[in-house]
């Protein structure tokens, strides 16, 4: 059973930047794609970023220019980096590595 762990969430004005980290135990990670969802209160999970195993990434229209996606499998991590955050990108963020979930890390938007 492989390990999934966020961190890095937080409470950050409009225009702000985060960066949330994502660990995964295991030893075949570069194998596969990884990737970050979000739901917001009342929404379904929706797609932010992921990245292949060969570094392909695809971003939803809603963060790109804004956010982005990187790993180092030599240390089984994925980071995303948010920039020009907006109260819109509210939301629990989830690490996502083949059928694995981490438990989620809030990321808040206000003034």
């Known amino acids: 059973q492989e390990q999934v762990v966020e961190s890095g969430g937080g409470l950050v004005q409009p225009g702000g930047s985060l960066r949330l980290s994502c660990t995964v135990s295991?030893?075949?990670?570069?194998?596969?794609?990884v990737g970050w969802y979000r739901q917001a209160p009342g929404k379904q999970r929706e797609v932010v970023a992921i990245?292949?195993?060969?570094?392909?990434?695809n971003y939803a229209d809603s963060v790109k220019g804004r956010f982005t996606i990187s790993r180092d499998n030599a240390k089984n991590t994925v980071s995303l980096q948010m920039n020009g955050l907006k109260p819109e990108d509210t939301a629990v963020y989830y690490c996502?590595?083949?059928?694995?979930w981490g438990q989620g890390t809030q990321v808040t938007v206000s003034s």
């Open positions: 990245m292949s195993s060969d570094g392909n990434t």
């Open positions: 996502w590595y083949r059928d694995f």
């Open positions: 295991g030893s075949i990670f570069r194998l596969y794609a």
